[in-house]
């Protein structure tokens, strides 16, 4: 059995409904703040912005990716989201059921992921395929329903330099 296994990808192997947990875990979670986050991020938009779906359609060769395209933008969100270290990050999703609902995996309690090295290797394939405007358009696009005053503009006096003469 391998270390992550993505939501989409598993099934109950219990016919009876009333034992499959995860159920609860999702309905818990698409009230949790990450989950009104995560339904309010185009994430499969973004994804392909980083260019990271086109690969997803041919066939690979070696190991299966823990994280899908998705993911990996999600779990920079998450990053951010939380302000943890990648390390600290790695202890967290590990054992956080929402974490691992945010990013699409789920993570054998058995098995927990002990390498933080693969959030750096993320994060480092996503700073070198990111196109700052255009996610920027993307979550704008998304998000205009939801803003006011689209024709204003703050500023705050803590962006201005201010010298002594």
Not at 59 to 82: C, I, S
Not at 116 to 123: E, F, G, M, S
Not at 127 to 136: A, Y
């Amino acid at each position: 059995m391998s270390k992550i296994q993505n939501f989409a990808e598993i099934t109950p192997n219990i016919p009876f409904t009333e034992f499959n947990f995860y159920d609860l875990y999702r309905s818990t979670f698409e009230k949790s703040e990450l989950g009104r986050i995560k339904k309010l991020l185009p994430l499969r938009e973004m994804a392909e912005n980083f260019g990271l779906t086109s690969r997803s359609l041919r066939p690979r060769r070696g190991r299966k990716p823990y994280f899908t395209p998705e993911g990996k933008v999600a779990l920079m969100f998450l990053k951010m989201y939380t302000g943890l270290s990648c390390p600290k990050l790695m202890e967290q999703l590990n054992g956080n059921i929402h974490y691992q609902m945010f990013c699409d995996v789920i993570i054998a309690p058995t098995r927990p992921l002990t390498n933080y090295k693969l959030l750096d290797d993320i994060i480092l394939e996503l700073s070198g395929k990111l196109k700052i405007q255009q996610q920027q358009d993307i979550l704008a696009e998304m998000w205009k329903p939801y803003m006011e005053n689209l024709d204003t503009m703050y500023t705050d006096a803590t962006c201005y330099e201010y010298t002594l003469d």
